[in-house]
Nanobody, 123 residues
């Protein structure tokens, strides 16, 4: 099974920006929905944003207006532009296929999350 590779994380101050990249997704949005998920310290995994073949996007309420998801099918790559970062955005970020063909923030059960990429936002 192809395991996506997430990168682009780092440590920034509140108000800063980062751009996350997920390569080798194995799920081109021409046929699938793909999303970004995150797990904060001591918290369960939550959906952050997803994009599907229409293309349509959906964002979690806490990141709406600050994050932008996009994809380049020719490169099998998914991106997440994160602006105006807040300390509560701290966590490990992962990419994964959605639970349905269309945009969803539902966390796929039983999914192997891999290493992800760490984002740390300081106040």
């Amino acid at each position: 099974q192809v395991q996506p590779v997430e990168s682009g994380g780092g440590s920034v101050q509140a108000g800063g920006s980062l751009r996350l990249t997920c390569t080798e997704t194995g799920y081109r949005i021409t046929h699938y929905c793909v999303g970004w998920f995150r797990q904060g310290p001591g918290k369960p995994v939550e959906g952050v944003a997803s994009i599907d073949s229409r293309p349509s996007t959906v964002y979690g309420e806490s990141v709406q207006g600050r994050f932008t998801i996009s994809a380049d099918d020719s490169k099998d790559t998914l991106y997440l532009q994160m602006d105006n970062l807040k300390p509560e955005d701290t966590g490990t970020y992962y990419c994964a296929p959605c639970t349905s063909m269309y945009t969803s923030l539902e966390v796929p059960r039983g999914h192997y999350w891999g290493q992800g990429t760490q984002v740390t936002v300081s106040s």
